[in-house]
């Protein structure tokens, strides 16, 4: 039973902190320059998750802020290219 609440107890959880750290990385960067913010909030996403990596994610940060900056090119590309 303690292992059947402790999977249910991280299944909950460990979303909940991403959202924590994305609402938070959010609002520590808003008083920034807008064209710095993504960089800026990357970076802080990043660092605060990394205190959590075996649970988060197994990324260097090099790869990751590369995936990143890419997915938000070709969101941005899509979006042009839909007239958005």
Known sequence: ????????????????GRYYFAIKT????YRYP????F?????????????YRKQLF????NEYLTGKTNERKNQAA???SVGH
């Open 1 to 16: 039973m303690k292992v059947v609440i402790f999977i249910i107890a991280i299944w909950i959880l460990f979303p909940a």
């Open 26 to 29: 959010f609002m520590d960067t």
């Open 78 to 80: 899509l979006q042009h």
């Open 34 to 37: 807008e064209e710095s913010r």
């Open 58 to 61: 197994d990324q260097d940060k």
């Open 39 to 51: 960089g800026l909030r990357l970076g802080q996403w990043y660092e605060l998750t990394s205190h």
